[in-house]
């Protein structure tokens, strides 16, 4: 059994599971009572998962090998939120996920998708201590797949709260998650 700790964090518009709470002001630099971490259950639970829906909240880019891909094929999509919950919960955690990686991402290379609807946004952001504008575009909407799915589940549900893909700290990568 395993589990990782998040703070909640997210607001309800980015489809969080409860409203953020302020915990620095950087205008008046008062730092606010920290926000009690939330355990998020990692181990899979025994019954089948045969579908899932993931909703790309915000514009969100997934790196596949060296390059980022076009649509979220479930094998690269649950590598990326592996590997951030893994590296989150060796950051601040008890250690990096104890699971084969190798042999779990086989696995989800085997699921299928079976719908993928999504467009292309464009956004960008300006630094304000470099004056440096930094790219922000990517995917929202909707994909769906098909296959042995339980085992993945937990991982991507903690992903609802970290975020996938490249630059979540400026809200990019926001997902959730829907088992029919």
């Known amino acids: 059994m395993y589990a990782i700790e998040v703070a909640e964090q997210r607001s ?15 205008p008046t630099g008062r730092l606010h009572e920290p926000v009690e971490p ?12 045969g579908r899932l829906r993931t909703e790309f909240v915000t514009p969100t880019e997934i790196k596949g090998g060296d390059q980022v891909v076009a649509k979220p094929e479930f094998g690269t999509l649950f590598a990326r939120a592996r590997d951030r919950v893994s590296a989150l919960r060796g950051l601040y955690g008890e250690g990096p996920l104890p699971i084969d990686f190798r042999a779990m991402g086989e696995r989800a290379a085997a699921v299928r998708m079976t719908r993928c609807d999504l467009r292309h946004v464009q956004g960008e952001r300006r630094s304000g201590r470099t004056g440096q504008v930094h790219p922000l575009g990517g995917f929202i909407g909707v994909a769906e797949y098909e296959g042995d799915l339980g085992e993945f589940v937990p991982i991507l549900s903690a992903a609802e709260w970290t975020g996938v893909g490249r630059q979540t700290v400026w809200g990019k990568g926001a997902i ?3 088992v029919p």
């Open 12 to 26: 309800e518009k980015l489809g969080g599971k409860q409203a953020g709470k302020l915990v620095f002001d950087g």
């Open 38 to 49: 939330l355990a998020h259950e990692l181990t899979p639970d025994v019954a089948p998962v």
């Open 176 to 178: 959730r998650v829907v």
